[in-house]
């Protein structure tokens, strides 16, 4: 594996105001959340053909830094490394995972991870330049009808990476909340894996949570630009 280049006391605060248990997603229930500032890819999300057309494998990183300019022994070079290393990741059992470069990619990935090609995307609403930690209340969830999904997390590199997976035993929402100290008023997507118990015990969840695989849900909310796909009969119900 590749160096990590970020702080883990980062990575372990951002994990405590991304994760909770599904029993906060209800309606007057407090979550303290942190919303971080949106990543920033330079080069934007790029068309397909362009996308093609750039090595993007381990493998073929000196090629990559070359199409791109980046100077190999810089920061952005490592980002870039640890980016590929987990877009080649095996999936793990029962998780479908791919990588996309482009909203073609994208979009053809998740409709063959969910088996439809009617699907939607959902997105939290949430403001660019993030929010400091501070408690949430719920005013209001909506249900997503379904137990499969498709999440796609953007990835440190110059241009828009997207690795999605799709994994089975989840529940989804949509929920609106407000700020304690700022009254902010946000509308996230959270999705609840109901199933831990293959996750690795060392997860910053766990930790956060003081529980262990299998011991209960687990939620997460999709921060800034990340998306969850849904098959599209699936509906909202308010609760």
Known sequence: MPPHVRDHSTDEYLAQGL????EAVQVV?????YFP???SAPLGLLPRHVADSIPFSTSSLPSALAWL???RNSVQAA?????LYMCGLPPKAG???FCATSLEALVEGSMAALGTRNIR????DLPRSGAPKQPYTVRAVHPVDGSSFVSCHDHNYPYT???CHNTPATRAYMVELEGAGSGLVVTVAVICHTDTSHWDAEHFSFKVLGTKPGAGPICHYLPYGHNVWVKKEANRSSS
């Open 37 to 39: 500032l949106a990543a």
């Open 95 to 97: 998780e479908a995972k």
């Open 161 to 163: 990476v997207y690795m």
């Open 29 to 33: 229930k407090t979550i303290t959340l």
């Open 19 to 22: 994760f909770f248990r599904e």
């Open 79 to 83: 980002n870039m490394e640890e980016t």
């Open 69 to 71: 300019g980046v100077a």
């Open 121 to 124: 995307p959902m997105t939290s």
